[in-house]
């Protein structure tokens, strides 16, 4: 939360996110059992807790739940023992709202601090999802287990495209140029045996016109021979049978420092 002051103070900003549970998310749950599709959805505790109903929807519909922090708190500002702390945190609420235990955590704003993979493997997690070292997954070896990532990309984000924000030199993007981007992207990655992890957020993506532009991206991913539509868990699961060769090592800081 990098705007504690305005997050306590501002309906708009508050509203502007409640039409997330409101509006959008109904509407990209519905487009996913059109076409069929389980998605992953990383939830913060506090909205598992404050948001319960909608965040039950998501689970009775059949996706993945997992961790994305308690209060969408930046990873940079805290120390390793805050860290853990909330990530604790976010994990009771979870199992206390949703009866989840996630497999899989994605940071907010995909801030990871050095320590941050060893303690994802230390509370049991099979994957992350917040780091951009490849077109493929991965994995990552730290003092306390190996974890798999996941990788993603802002390229592949819909907040910096579609997001309004003030004083930012981008304007709100047309929603065929970001349709464009992506099909131009998923293309790429399908010729090379990348992995396309696209990040949606419902307050932004719920809109019609992106709903819409969703639509025409799954239905053009669909009509392509080989592609498979996973969650993030059914991806980690794969690559840990697979055994590929691709690995970042990441050792503590306090007995070393990272190693590609």
Avoid at 24 to 34: D, E, F, N
Avoid at 147 to 161: F, G, H, K, S, T
């Amino acid at each position: 939360m990098r705007e504690p002051v305005r997050a306590r103070n501002s309906l708009a900003a508050v509203e502007e996110r409640r039409y997330g549970s409101r509006v959008g998310l109904p509407r990209i749950l519905r487009l996913l059992a059109q076409h069929e599709i389980t998605a992953t959805f990383f939830i913060p505790g506090w909205v598992a807790a404050n948001r319960t109903a909608a965040c039950r929807a998501i689970r009775d519909s059949g996706h993945e739940i997992a961790a994305h922090g308690n209060l969408h708190e930046p990873l940079e500002q805290l120390d390793r023992a805050s860290e853990e702390t909330i990530l604790k945190e976010s994990l009771g609420l979870l199992q206390t709202y949703l009866g989840v235990r996630p497999m899989g955590y994605r940071s907010p704003a995909w801030e990871m601090n050095l320590w941050s993979p060893s303690l994802l493997a230390r509370h049991g997690f099979l994957y992350d999802s917040s780091l951009m070292g490849n077109d493929v997954p991965y994995f990552v070896d730290t003092a306390s287990g190996r974890l798999i990532e996941v990788p993603v990309q802002w390229l592949l984000d819909d907040a910096p495209l579609y997001r309004h924000v003030y004083g930012a030199s981008n304007a709100i993007a047309d929603p065929d140029r970001v349709l464009q981007m992506w099909l131009h992207e998923f293309e790429g990655l399908r010729k090379d045996g990348g992995c396309f992890v696209l990040t949606c957020h419902p307050h932004i993506s719920g809109r019609p016109s992106r709903v819409d532009v969703l639509d025409k991206l799954l239905r053009a991913m669909r009509s392509q021979p080989g592609v498979w539509f996973a969650t993030c868990a059914e991806v980690a699961t794969w690559t840990h049978a697979s055994a590929n060769d691709q690995t970042l090592v990441v050792a503590d800081p306090e007995r070393g420092v990272p190693v590609d």
